[in-house]
Structures are given as C-alpha cells and as structure tokens.
C-alpha cells in the first residue's frame, strides 16, 4: 500500500515527549506544503520565498501539530475533558481532537470576535462553547484557574505540549529545503509558535543538521503589539481576531528566541494585512485568512525599510485558512461588498459581460 502521512507523533516520534504508552489521537495532521512563491519573492527583493501553507492542516490551522500533542497526552494521563481559551482557531482544533479521543471539550471564546468559520467548527465538533464578556487574554485567565481547580485539562499553549507538537513544523521546513532559511516570518499572538519554530530550528542545529538558525521575524497587528511596545497592551484591537491578543502568554520563551535568533519584532498596520491578505490570493494563488497574512506584510514592511538582503532565502508561515473568515474577500479595498454580477442564461448575453463579444 502507498504510504500515507501518519501526523506528527508517529512521523516525529523519537523527536518528541511521547512513548509507546502514549494513546496517539490524530486527524493526519503535518505534513504541509511549503510552496515557492515567486511573486512574493520579487515584491520583497528575496532570492526564495517561500509559504509554509498551514492552512492545510485538518481544522485548518497550525493548531493541530500541537493539538495532536496536547490531546493525546492528557488523554494518556486519564482526562475526560479539556479546555480552552481561543480567538477561534485553537478552539475548532481541540474541540476536532477531543471528538476524535471520545472525550469533551469546553470553550472559551471573547465575545463577538471569534470568526464566523472557527464558531462553526467549535459547534460542528460537540465543544461546549462559552462567549466571555472579555477578550482573549481574559478567557485565558478564566481557563487557567478552572484547570487549576476543576477536572479539565488544559490544552492552550502555555500547555508545553503544545510547543512539542508545534515545533515539527521547523523539521518538515528543514527536510524540505535541506538548510535553515535565512529568514523566518510569522504572525504573533501568544507567540507560542514564534517559540515552537525556534524551539525546532534548535534542535536541527544541535543534531548538526544544519549550520545556522534562521533569524526569526515576528509580526503583530499594531493595535495589538505588546512585543513592539514591550508592554502589555490593555485593549488590543485590529481586524486580525486571531492575533488580538495583548499579554502574550509565551513572552518570556518569544523573547529568549528573537535574542538567540538575531531576530526581530514589528508590527504593520489592518491596511497593510488586508492588502497583503489580497496579494497573496491574487498574485501567489493562497488564500489565507487575515491574521494569516500579517507576517508577509511585516516582511513588506521590512523589505520598504531595505532591511531584507537580496540573496536571502526566506519562509513565511501562513498560519490559517481563507474559509476560516471569508467575509475579507468579499470586500473591495475600500470596503464595499462584492457581488457577482448577474447575467441571463445566454452565451451571446454572457459573452459580451465578458468582454469577449
Ligand atoms: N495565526 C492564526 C491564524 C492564529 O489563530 C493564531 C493564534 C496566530 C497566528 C498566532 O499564534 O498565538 O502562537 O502567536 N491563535 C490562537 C487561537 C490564539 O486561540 O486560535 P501564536
């Protein structure tokens, strides 16, 4: 029989905290496409880049390599229900991952800004969901102290599962393009897959399988920055739910990594990522959701600031799927909706709408 991808335990096993007494719960997850992009390439004066294409993952986010890890483990240690804090997409995950272990799953989602695709898929998948009158880092405290006191398990980043199972994402770029990258780029919230890619990039170097780490280059929403402002920010707001985030729960570790890495933090503004969410749709034929495309517009921003070299090779991580938010791509740049134009059905009628006739 032709191989099939088997997820990242079984993939990465001897790579990661598991052992032959560990259950395996996976929905097939790793294993994603890392693209050439050329167009990307040319708009930021690179000589590679590339897309690590999360979106490609079963609940179509990155979410699932660490979920994959996080479930099982606590399934491992006899948890009959787990929980979570989420701007969507770590919700849809591990609601997805507890219904494949049999077990439940509890949500807690800030109110009225989680979008509309992650919703359905927390709902699809039997979570029970809470809307908190709050946002995300509220919903986390609140998640942190009923796992503290009551029986559910805790699968949120701050969860060092999480980052194990993350981390393999460096290993596939790493197998890929036999060499770190110069250069990676990621959207930041928690930051705790800024960490897991550093965290994997580090163990490639001290396994000698490569020579250098890559510079890691986080970027956030600028209404919700705190590694820029080196602050907690007490309000976040930006159209990117998913990285509205304003005291990121893997500070210390994103820190320790950009200080390792030589790397850096910025943050471009809700223009930038909905125009940047528009290229790489239309010119690099990806289409991610809008929190997704923040880490390629930080690397416009850089590339503006002359700060990208010319001969460097370059992975950008686009961390969710399209579908996951649709409603960006039904907006003109200047916000109003997009409806198809209506024709009768009739090939001389269509053919002139067309500009063909
Ligand atoms: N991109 C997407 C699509 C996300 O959903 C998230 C985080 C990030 C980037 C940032 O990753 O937090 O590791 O720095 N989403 C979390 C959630 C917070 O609840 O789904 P990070």
Redesign the pocket.
Known sequence: MAHQWRGVIREYFDRLDVDASTPIITLGEGGTPLIEAPALAKLVGAAQVYLKV?GMNPTG???DRGMTMAVSKAVGHGAKAVI??????????AAAYAAAAGIASVVL?PEGKIALG?LSQAVAHKAQILQVQGN?DDCLDLSRGLADNYPVHLV??VNPDRIEG?KTAAFEVVERLDRAPDIHV???????????YFKGYLEEFNRGIIKTVPKMW?FQADGSAPFVYGTPVKNPDTI?T??R?GN???YEL?LSARECSLGMFGSVTDAEILWMHRFLSQEVGVF??P??A?GAAGLLKQSRAGEVPADSVIVVTV??HGL?DPMWALKTESGEEIVPTIVPNNAAEVAERLGLA
Do not use: D, H, R
Not at 86 to 93: E, K, Q, V, W
């Open positions: 999360e986010s990155f979410k979570c804090a989420s701007t969507g997409n770590t919700s849809a995950s989602v992650k995300f949120n980043s993350q990621l959207p930041v919230g928690n930051a705790g897959n800024y960490s897991a986080g990117a998913a990285i985030i990121p729960a893997s994103a991610v959701e929190s997704s923040t961390t969710g996951k």
